[in-house]
């Protein structure tokens, strides 16, 4: 059952997204992420989830050509983070991004969680040390690093550098965590150790996660959101979801008859 | 003998232990005997093809090593001559360079000069332009902007050295001298300023595909953590892209040092042992054309002393390419 004393964080209102040769990949989304839960989206290649996902931090910016139209609207403020005044750069300060493959920066381990103070201008180097220490013990590899801070990001095992990647993301307390498929390029014992980092995570944030594991959404989420074609089919919390679907479609994906 | 007793024993043991099998292999026929299909049968004439084809591409790769180890070995030979005449003391150390003169004198070191000053203006005017030129290319432009850009900057590249010459000597030097108004009509400062503007392109090429080499998924990183497009290429792109970078440099020092014309037009052939660019001088490759113009008598020692210069000459191109080597093998991209 939804828990309706949650706050919710952000919601999409009528949200559909234009690629630049024109496909209408998003379709009138309407989906909140609850304050301090996670939401998973799932649903075959090529759904738009991704796509959807990367709207949250305007990743589609960077590309000429893309188009938003309805609104996401970020609480408390009431911001809605597509308009077109809004500078993106400052959408990302407070949403930050784990990507599909580790993709450290070509920087010692501390210089990459450090990279987001830096880019915001921070100077105080005591500052600087203390929170890339928090961020490191908030991403679980604090202990297997810190005295070798000073070695470059490349070093270290998959697992790690994705552990490395969410410390960088967490390292400027952002207020949202998107997760983009951030254990398909892992083995198993590094995606429990993601997995298991992520349910402590929303403690702190608000996480939106993109997954193509059915189980993972099973095991990690509170709200799950099934995408088919660019239409958001099914909304709901994770158990309802996954054990009485009120959608045919939605319990042939999940039982794995399609997909 | 220990070890070849032990293996001895186990291929014994190994035998006994699949005697069975192998006799099932041995007895029956069809295990064994396998008729080929015409189909995968070795093809006589494909294989003679692909050998001939082989041979061939062999061949076009060895005559350029063949081409580099003959002109190595004139080098050396040459110079052999030389050095039979000169003392290695006397080139290295003296500070004058006079083979064709009466009174002849044979150190190398003002042509040294006069090529590492010259170079050192045209690197000072070619970096910086060139990366911040590759950075903006590759980080800033636009698609179009790209597409327009490059095929004409990389047309510089195709203008005949000898137009860059007459432009250091015609245009840039009188232009120089209304600042200066004692500069020599013949200086290395014109000579380097013009070089450098023509090694632009080698450096803005070479370094722009290093870095739009490194991949998307690293700038979306970057711009993920809230940076601007400027931190992301200089913080992030600049030096993932490192080794690609260095390697333009060093291909500029090279091309740099090499460098023929533009010096020998605008900078003088007069060897003159000074680093002060304002002055003129020759370099390696300038007197190397000097003498190459003039009718000097073959296994002369003037005729020797331009092997033994371009001995020098080779020693540091190799020198900045070894150079070159070990800092892209450091700073190879690991992504």
New interface residues.
């Given amino acids: 059952m939804m828990n309706t004393t949650t706050a919710i964080k952000a919601e999409s209102r009528n949200l559909d997204f234009f690629y630049s040769n024109g496909h209408r990949a998003l379709k009138s989304i309407n989906m909140p992420l609850y304050e301090n839960k996670i939401t998973a989206l799932i649903g075959p290649s090529g759904c738009g989830k991704s796509t959807f996902l990367r709207c949250f931090?305007r990743?589609h910016d960077?590309y000429?050509g893309n188009k938003y139209q309805g609104q996401i609207i970020m609480h408390p403020d009431n911001t809605n983070i597509l308009e077109a005044g809004v500078d993106p750069?400052?959408v990302?300060?407070r949403i930050?991004?784990v990507?599909q493959?580790p993709?450290?920066?070509?920087?010692t381990i501390f210089e990459n969680v450090a990279?987001?103070l830096?880019?915001?201008d921070e100077k105080n180097k005591r500052t600087i040390a203390d929170k890339v220490e928090e961020a490191l013990k908030g991403a679980a590899l604090w202990n297997e690093v810190k005295d070798r801070l000073n070695d470059?990001a490349?070093n270290l095992s998959g697992g790690q550098q994705q552990r490395l990647?969410i410390a960088?993301?967490l390292a400027?307390d952002p207020e949202i965590m998107l997760f983009d498929e951030p254990t398909s390029a892992l083995d198993p014992i590094a995606t429990a150790n993601i997995e298991e980092l992520m349910s402590g995570l929303k403690e702190k944030l608000t996480i939106l996660v993109v997954t193509h594991n059915m189980q993972q959404a099973a095991r990690v989420s509170d709200y799950t959101a099934y995408m088919y074609l660019g239409e958001l089919m099914e909304y709901g919390d994770t158990d309802t979801i996954f054990t009485r679907p009120t959608r045919k479609e939605t319990e042939d994906y999940i039982t794995g008859k399609f997909g | 003998m220990t070890a070849s007793f032990i293996g001895n024993t186990l291929i014994k043991s190994i035998t006994l232990k699949l005697k069975p099998l192998m006799d099932i292999a041995t007895n029956s026929p069809s295990l064994i005997t396998t008729t080929i299909s015409p189909r995968l049968a070795k093809n006589l004439r494909r294989d003679i093809k692909g050998r001939v084809i082989e041979f061939i591409l062999m061949l076009a790769a060895l005559s350029a090593v063949f081409t580099t180890f003959a002109i190595v070995a004139i080098l050396l030979y040459e110079s052999f001559g030389f050095f039979k005449t000169v003392s290695l003391v006397e080139f290295f150390t003296g500070k004058e360079w006079t083979p064709l003169f009466e009174d002849a004198h044979y150190g190398i070191m003002p042509l040294v000069a006069g090529t590492l000053t010259t170079s050192m203006v045209a690197l000072a005017v070619a970096v910086p332009i060139g990366t911040i030129g590759a950075i903006y290319l590759s980080e800033f432009a636009?698609h179009k902007t790209r597409e327009i850009t490059k095929p004409i900057l990389e047309l510089l590249v195709g203008v005949p050295t000898i137009a860059f010459g007459y432009f250091a000597l015609l245009f840039v030097t009188p232009l120089l001298q209304k600042i200066y108004p004692d500069l020599p009509g013949f200086n290395m400062l014109s000579a380097g300023l013009v070089m450098g503007v023509m090694i632009v392109p080698y450096i803005a090429s070479v370094a722009e595909d290093a870095m739009r080499a490194v991949?998307m998924?690293?700038?979306?990183?970057?711009?993920?953590?809230?940076?601007?497009r400027f931190?992301t290429a200089l913080?992030?792109v600049t030096?993932?892209a490192?080794s690609g970078i260095v390697a333009a440099y060093i291909l500029a020092i090279s091309r740099a040092v090499g460098e023929t014309m533009v010096v020998a037009v605008a900078a003088g052939q007069q060897p003159n042992l000074t680093f002060n660019p304002t002055e003129g001088a020759a370099t390696i490759t300038a007197y190397i054309v000097q003498v190459a113009m003039g009718d000097l008598p073959h296994a002369s020692i003037g005729y020797q002393s331009i092997f033994a210069a371009g001995l020098v000459l080779f020693a540091m191109t190799l020198g900045f390419n070894i150079i070159g080597h070990i800092v892209r093998k450091k700073y190879r991209e690991?992504?």
């Fill in positions: 931090n990743m960077l000429p750069i400052e990302r300060m930050s991004m990507f493959k993709n450290p920066f070509p920087k990279y987001g830096r880019v915001r470059l490349f990647c960088r993301a400027t | 636009s991949p998924s690293m700038r979306e990183g970057s711009y993920a953590m809230g940076a601007t931190q913080r992030v030096p993932a490192t690991q992504y």
